[in-house]
């Protein structure tokens, strides 16, 4: 069976620490799957904020996920701390991806490295749009 690879970024601008929930875990008491998704969505919209850049503006426009691909290294549990580093990268004219590196906040030791991919969207026409020049200058800040 092959895998899938993520071939993660040399060096991430943005970091953040979460804490497991009890509502992050599976019926096997550990991170679930589902709930990385949500702790990953968590760090990407702090990682925009910190860029000054908002996941839908008050114009409509915004980010849609198209693909995610989540390989997990090792298990996180209840109250563990997660160290979510966040970059972006793979810039086109209407989209680009995140990449994530998770590891434990006391250890180092990755616990999953993920990627989404993003289109940009007008939510108001419902269509893929260019993304906007002071966004893409922002992320490659």
């Known amino acids: 069976m092959s895998r899938i690879n993520i071939e993660l970024p040399d060096s991430f601008p943005f970091s953040t620490e979460l804490e497991v929930r009890v509502s992050d875990l599976n019926y096997g008491n550990h991170l679930g799957n589902d709930a990385v998704l949500s702790l990953i969505h968590e760090a990407r919209r702090r990682y925009l904020r910190s860029l000054g850049v908002e996941e839908i503006g008050s114009d409509g426009a915004g ?3 198209a693909d995610a691909a ?3 290294r090792a298990q ?7 160290r979510i580093q966040v970059a972006a990268g793979d810039l ?5 991806d995140f990449y994530y590196r998770v590891s434990h906040a006391s250890t180092g030791q990755d616990v ?3 990627k989404t991919g993003v289109v940009c969207f007008d939510f108001r026409t419902q269509k893929v749009v260019l993304m ?4 893409r200058t922002r992320l490659k800040a």
């Open 70 to 72: 989540v390989v997990y």
């Open 76 to 82: 996180a549990f209840y109250g563990d701390r997660l």
């Open 92 to 96: 086109g004219s209407r989209g680009f």
């Open 132 to 135: 906007p020049a002071d966004i």
């Open 63 to 65: 980010f849609v996920i």
């Open 112 to 114: 999953v490295h993920a």
